[in-house]
């Protein structure tokens, strides 16, 4: 992110962001994980050839989600204030 914004934004700010990402890219990579072999195989039966182009662009689609996804919920932790050690002692019963 600090690259690709031309480090026009410290580290510090950048932190929520990152971790949001970070952890959406986890949670994509445990799906495609289980799922995208699968995936390959049914759409090359179904589809032939352009399946396995299929299953690739979901691939790809599912990441530009993930950066956009992670920067925006980044961002709006960010801006309410959330911090992670305030999460963390919320008692379970509180919402």
Known sequence: MWLLLARRIPWPQLF????????????????????????????????????????????????GVVVVLGAVIGLVWQERGFSLSRVLRRPAGRT
């Open 16 to 63: 929520a962001p990152a971790l949001a990402t970070g952890l959406c890219w986890v949670g994509m990579e445990a799906v495609f994980a289980v799922v995208f072999s699968g995936m390959i195989v049914s759409n090359d039966r179904e589809y032939g050839p352009i399946g396995i182009v299929f299953s690739l662009m979901s691939w790809l689609i599912a990441i």
